[in-house]
RNA sequence: GGGGCUGUAGCGCAGUUGGUUAGCGCGUCUCCCUGUCACGGAGAAGGCCGCGGGUUCGAGUCCCGUCAGCCCCGCCA
């Protein structure tokens, strides 16, 4: 018979239907048996005598033909979107024994610690309360193609193997290649810049690579960048917009599209006001120094502690959970970041911060050719392994400026997760590449 | 790389100033239960207290080492 989806059963008062699905929990009384069933559009109760219940288990795959029947109204459970109906099987089907789980996973909340969630993540994926975190992923990365895409951005997809490293600062990945060196890219940077001389808008969901040694709740060795490039801006500010256009419509779908996922989380999009502020890195410093006493006012970038305290300042002030600090220092950026002609210290770049942490980082670039190649050589880089990206800027380009959001970070901070890599379903770190490494030797 | 904290049953945890037989919840197994929905009730199994050494009459508890993990800082296109 053919398969009906959980969901499609309040529609189907009195008919037979076929379910195919895990049992998500089983409750015995004797003489009557009810099993939620669970497949990937909800749960739904269904009765069953014991002889047709068998020995299920939690997390075995079966098939039940049933009738669906409305529940007197004092049993209907208001707490699952079927709780009108239930199904009275008639026949059941086994497809597949689950093993004795290694916990419990019939509870609205797995109960386990980070290291148990990814070291059975095949099964814990399974978790409706986990997989909200991957349905909310999906639609911010599906929100950001739509932005720009309803914009007349070009999606491409980056290379990951680079044969120079152009960045500096993070450290890379080495990759044997054939008889050579090559890397594992940190950046579409340079192709969506070089891009932009091509298509004038261009935009990319691609994986990035860094081999930092941080273990931190905010870091991954792989992760997921949501980059956007595009030309003849006329100022940074321009670049600042689009972004903020961008989150804005992430923020949007996601609360139309995500209100369930939301609501398991206990969360709220983050707070988002008329227009986001936009403030220098000096005025930032000023602000924390002048709210805390400690003096940063000096330093070259801001600390974690520095991102909350600013944080903070726009939620008060502004009522903004997002804040824009601009005007980081030249030398401490790329070799492409555009400087300030009022002041060439500072650049034209731009950081989005939400709820205390780094979103994306962003500005205008540099489009003169022999001003590109004055700075790679003044940031000690090669020409060689960059030529494609020097050629785009040879033969002309317009002004141009993007950013880059961490599709990982949207999602924790959206659903107030701790550790980001509860937003990753497969996260790598320096300790692991799926199972932990120190198991492997 | 620096600092802090934690390793006790499958999972999540408690365990007093060092004291006799190692505790709780969930899960698992057996039995009971026709209206539960995190069902309930009765019972049972399940532990080299991460590992190694030390102090002590006596160590889950204190000390040293080691391994593993978590958090903070640093680093972070």
Not at 175 to 191: G, N, T
Not at 291 to 316: F, H, M, N, S, Y
Not at 407 to 432: S, V, Y
Request: proline share 5%.
């Amino acid at each position: 018979m053919k398969r009906t989806l959980i969901k499609e059963t309040p529609q189907l008062v009195g008919q037979t239907v076929t379910l195919k699905g895990w049992v998500n929990v089983r409750r015995d009384h004797g003489k009557i048996v009810f099993i939620d069933l669970r497949d990937r559009t909800g749960l739904v109760q269904v009765v069953l005598v014991p002889e047709l219940a068998k020995d299920f288990h939690t997390e075995d795959v079966i098939a039940i033909t049933g009738i669906v029947k409305q529940r007197p109204e004092k049993l209907v459970n208001p707490n699952i979107e079927t709780g009108t109906i239930e199904v009275e099987a008639k026949e059941t089907e086994l497809f597949s024994k689950a093993a004795e789980l290694p916990f419990d996973m019939g509870k609205e909340t797995l109960e386990v610690e980070l290291p148990t969630l990814l070291d059975y993540r095949s099964l814990t994926l399974r978790h409706p309360k986990v997989q909200a975190i991957f349905k909310v992923q999906a639609v911010v990365i599906d929100a950001f193609r739509k932005a720009l895409q309803a914009k007349d951005f070009l999606e491409f997809q980056a290379p990951s193997i680079i044969s120079a490293v152009p960045e500096g600062g993070a450290e890379v990945f080495r990759v044997k290649y054939f008889d050579h060196e090559a890397y594992l890219s940190q950046s579409p940077q340079l192709y969506k810049s070089l891009l932009v001389t091509a298509f004038e808008r261009v935009f990319s969901v691609n994986h990035i690579y860094r081999a930092e040694p941080s273990v931190t709740t905010r870091h991954l060795t792989e992760s997921t960048s949501l980059d956007a490039e595009f030309g003849f801006i006329e100022s940074w500010e321009e670049v600042q917009e689009m972004e903020e256009y961008v989150v804005r419509f992430i923020f949007d779908e996601v609360n139309s599209r995500c209100a369930k996922e939301l609501a398991l989380y206990n969360a709220t999009i983050p707070l988002i006001s008329e227009k986001i502020p936009v403030i220098k890195l000096r005025d930032a410093q000023e602000i924390i120094f002048q709210r805390t006493g400690r003096d940063v006012r000096a330093e070259k970038d801001l600390a974690p502690e520095d991102e909350r305290e600013i944080c903070a300042w726009a939620k008060e002030e502004k009522d903004s959970d997002l804040v824009f600090v601009s005007h980081f220092l030249t030398k401490k950026k790329p070799f492409y970041v555009h400087p300030d002609p009022a002041d060439p210290t500072y650049a034209y770049s731009v950081d989005l911060l939400c709820r205390g942490v780094e979103w994306s980082s962003g500005g205008q670039r540099l489009s003169d050719y022999q001003t590109i190649v004055n700075n790679v050589h003044e940031w000690g880089l090669s020409e060689k392994g960059i030529a494609l990206y020097l050629q785009a800027f040879k033969y002309g380009s317009p002004r141009l400026g993007g950013f880059a959001l961490g599709a990982e970070r949207i999602t924790m901070h959206i659903l107030g997760l701790k550790n980001i890599r509860e937003a990753t379903m497969f996260p790598r770190d320096m300790e692991r590449i799926d199972v932990r490494l120190s198991t492997l030797e």
